[in-house]
């Protein structure tokens, strides 16, 4: 062993997919004790490197070194042997089993073919207390909430003795307040000599915890920086490899008279329990209202309702313009104004195997413009497809590409040009940008602005904090299924809206 | 009517229903720890069909009861093997590659028996073989302990199948690649092996299965089990993949079973009418099926295969 020799180092790797160049000759080190960020848009090869590391793929070209010695790692085992830990962006645990039994699979149990959950719990008890990462070993991981359960995933890293840890968008799925409690967590562990790699697309959150940063930008390192020399817009152009605009322009408009009118809405989500809880909401013409809170508190079943998927429990009101919407169904929601870009784009919002023109065209295929008695109009359909495309520059080979092999966010782009076209007087859009690239989501806002000016009410319910606070006019904060608070935005901050998340009021 | 009910009558139907319960219990058994593992094998039947014929062929040709089961163990092992190689590695729809299983051993064997063996050639039965002192309690003696040897080995499975699933690592891991194989991957269990593993055991007790039906009755004839292997993966879910609960299954069907016999042995049942009670445990089933659904869940990664990447 080295002691000079920093814990990683990745040199020259090469990895290439049919058709695809995913890292190309890239270099990545990561030395005792520090936190080096990896920073790249969807696709831009962050992830392959990864699995190169964890043994997943094997590199084309290039060598792995740790703790200066020429290592092969071939598989999750040979990872976890080196103590390599990786903490993934969609957890990597076993709903039906316990905190203990997740963190026991596949170690060696003292007692032989029996299981050793009582000495397991043992030592998860003390790294737990060590480590400031409070959670019953005992649990069943389907009861734990999502900061629990990373706290789980990070546990188990830990248990095998994890050196140098991976953690994939770790915030992604956490309150604001969480993110700080990892953050802590993630700083005593560097402390204690151990390199983390920390992959995210929040800018600010990768100024805040970073030691150094490495940008990727298809498959190539673009640049290496530090955070005390670089802005979040410098970030954002060494990811996209041109200047971009990270929060819009939002030039006044006088919002008219409220166009959506909530009012005593319940709903009752999938498990039975109250989802929405006694909602009296506004949104006017020509404004913007930002919905934040965390995942799971009632945002998506409220779009659902409004979008006319769900059903609200009785007493409720819903009006578009003075016009009740309940009993409306979403055909005839559509035909008076309502657009809707859901949250799973590719479940709710496009059909994959269709043509980029054929989902353009999904809404509105039945009316005059596109067919007639029955059948499909080809050249209406091509000429107007063609125009969406060339209008909000969705990057596809041709209009007959299947949607599903677009990137997301071209796809979300697509999605958008349908919902537009309407020239909607409501629109909901649920996470217009989540997983989108900074381009992608740049020009995304920019259409919602324009839309705010023509006069639509829209909302926009969003997990990024920085989306919402740049969009809106006012913000909504949801907390169990209630509004608790509406802000204007003009007065608002991360750490208040924060707070309001996690259901703090004054 | 009344004379069903006569204790000497009653008990010899329950005691009937059990031993009509075991081929049920043995091949649901064999299921469960294939679906806890993610994998779905329509196959069974077809299993079981085969190592039935091989069993009765093998007592046929040579009386040896215990080479007999062995030969129907190593017929299920074989046809585990082959299930297993086409879903884990081949990544084979689990569905369709079942229905192949199922087909292959419902032809094969009938073919196999018209071959070599022609006429239905009764042979001996599996003897029972009464506990000391406990088969004397009146009653109580007959219904338990007065049963031949798979019956008490394939109830004493339960408990073994559920500390299997439950306390062991290889449980641990069985449960982990059905529920969520990229976590097991992640942390180096090997969701091949471990499935690999989990099919072959289930085979091997739907192969134990098969012979048991084939020393129990004594015979062969072509679709001998007559749907028996689906039931016994309907049972599975009846039993909300815990082996307790399929025992319950089982035991209900055998029941029902026995008490349809029973009615039918004694007229109350008209003969023209057999063949709809015949239906009624399929009824029962469909029926638990429908009140159950929703309540109970299934492994997530059920018939889904994995492959990294």
Sequence with gaps: ?506 | MSQFFTLSILVATLASGIRLAVPYLIAALGETIGQRSGVLNLGVDGVMLLSAFFTYWTVLETGNMWLATAVGLGVGLVMGLIYAVVTVFFHATQGISGIGIFLFGLGFSELMFRKQVGAPTPVDKIAEVDIPLLSKIPHIGELFFQHDLLIYFAFGLVPIVSFMLRKTTFGMNISAVGENPQAADSLGVSVAKTRFAAILLGNLLAGLAGATLALQLGLFQGNLTNGLGFIAVALVYFGAWRPTGVMVGALLYGMVQATVNQLKIQGSIPQSASDIAAMAPALLTIAALAVLAGRIKAPSALTRPFSRA
């Design chain 1, 1 to 506: 062993m080295n002691a000079d020799a920093p814990l990683l180092q990745m040199r020259g790797i090469t990895k290439r997919f049919p058709g695809v160049i995913a890292n190309e000759g890239v270099d990545f080190e990561v030395r005792y004790g520090e936190v080096h960020t990896l920073l790249g848009e969807n696709g831009a090869g962050k992830s392959t490197l990864m699995k190169i590391l964890f043994g997943l793929y094997a590199p084309d070209e290039g060598e792995v070194l740790l703790r200066g010695e020429k290592v092969s790692i071939s598989s999750p085992s040979d990872a976890i042997a080196a103590r390599i830990g990786m903490v993934h962006q969609h957890f990597m645990l076993v709903p039906t089993q316990t905190v203990a039994e997740n963190v026991a699979l596949g170690l060696k149990s003292k007692r032989g073919v029996l299981t050793d959950l009582d000495s397991v719990s043992e030592r998860i008890r003390e790294i737990s207390e060590e480590q400031g990462l409070a959670v019953n070993p005992s649990e069943e991981v389907w009861r734990l909430s999502v900061g629990e359960r990373q706290r789980v995933e990070i546990i188990k890293a830990l248990y095998r003795d994890a050196e140098l840890l991976v953690l994939d968008e770790p915030t992604a799925v956490l309150t604001p307040q969480e993110v700080e409690d990892l953050f802590v967590v993630l700083r005593r562990m560097t402390e204690s000599g151990r390199g983390l790699v920390f992959i995210s697309h929040k800018l600010h959150e990768v100024m805040a915890l970073s030691d150094r940063i490495t940008v990727l930008r298809n498959g190539k390192v673009s640049g290496h920086t530090v955070p005390a020399e670089s802005s979040r817009e410098d970030l954002a152009q060494m990811m996209v490899g041109r200047a971009v605009r990270l929060t819009p322009e939002r030039p006044i408009v006088e919002a008219g008279p409220p166009r959506l009118t909530i009012r005593s809405l319940s709903v009752t989500g999938d498990r039975g329990t109250t989802a929405v809880d006694n909602v009296d909401l506004d949104v006017h013409s020509g404004e913007i209202l930002g919905v934040a809170g965390v995942s799971g508190n009632g945002q998506r079943e409220l779009a659902e309702v409004i979008a006319g998927l769900r059903d609200p429990q009785a007493g409720a009101t819903i009006d578009l313009d003075g016009m009740s919407l309940l009993g409306v169904d979403t055909r005839a929601r559509r035909d008076r104004g309502l657009s809707y870009v859901p949250e799973e784009r590719m479940r709710d919002g496009a059909i994959g195997d269709f043509t980029v023109s054929e989902n353009l065209i999904l809404v509105d295929h039945g009316g005059d413009q596109f067919s007639r008695s029955g059948l499909l109009n080809f050249g209406a359909i091509k000429e107007h497809a063609a125009a969406l495309v060339e209008r909000y520059a969705v990057k596809t080979p041709d209009i007959d590409t299947p949607t599903s092999s677009l990137s997301g966010g071209n796809i979300q782009k697509v999605i958008m040009a349908r919902e537009l076209t309407a020239e909607p007087k409501l629109l909901i859009a649920s996470q217009p940008t989540r997983g989108v690239d900074i381009g992608s989501a740049e020009y995304i806002h920019e259409r919602l602005m324009e839309q705010r000016e023509k006069g639509t009410a829209t909302i926009v319910i969003s997990e990024d904090l920085d989306e919402v606070i740049g969009l809106s006019d006012r913000i909504a904060v949801m907390f169990e299924g209630r509004i608790i608070d509406i802000v204007d935005s003009e007065d608002a901050t991360r750490e208040a809206i924060g707070l309001l998340m996690a259901g703090v009021t004054n």
